[in-house]
């Protein structure tokens, strides 16, 4: 497998601000789940052709089969990153901010950042695999936001290098 941060590590450099330097790179997809966006009331329906429909229901059905993949009461940092996060981009750790990279890697004119944040804006980043999803990613957001990626179905290299990068950067 090649190490593409070590391949492009010049072009990913030419993103990062004065002093600022590449740690982790991973392709991310978002894969939906359970996604708790604010406060609804309950809800239910029947149609003849549908049948019954009970909110509650569905959001449990959801959450035991796939997880929870979005939180966001208020809105936030994981909406944002969510959005760009479903046309699947590099998401590059940097000494200084985390950063979602639209286009093809190894062509800087193609390259742009998509989304960023700053590792102040960051609360936790950890592994959290699944069945067919070793390399889930939580990122929680200190807006109480959070986002569950995924950066690797099989394989969990990135989504761990990724974790523990930050985690030497911040501590936390």
């Not at 070590?6 to 330097?21: D, F, H, T, V």
């Not at 929870?68 to 200084?96: C, D, F, K, Q």
């Amino acid at each position: 497998m090649f190490d593409y941060l070590k391949l492009y590590r010049e072009e990913l450099s030419a993103l990062c601000g004065p002093g600022e330097w590449p740690l982790a790179l991973a392709k991310v997809t978002y894969v939906q789940g359970h996604e708790d966006i604010g406060r609804r009331g309950p809800s239910v329906s029947f149609d003849p052709i549908g049948g019954l429909d009970v909110r509650s229901w569905n959001e449990a059905a959801d959450k035991a089969i796939g997880g929870t993949s979005l939180i966001a009461p208020r809105g936030g940092m994981a909406v944002s990153l969510h959005r760009v996060a479903m046309n699947m981009p590099e998401l590059l750790l940097t000494t200084a901010q985390l950063m979602a990279i639209a286009g093809t890697l190894g062509r800087a004119q193609k390259m742009k950042i998509a989304w960023r944040c700053t590792l102040d804006d960051i609360d936790a980043i950890s592994h959290q695999p699944r069945f067919a999803q070793r390399g889930r990613l939580y990122i929680r957001f200190t807006d109480d936001s959070a986002i569950r990626l995924m950066a690797g179905m099989l394989s969990a290299k990135k989504a761990r290098a990724l974790v523990e990068a930050f985690h030497q950067r911040t501590g936390r």
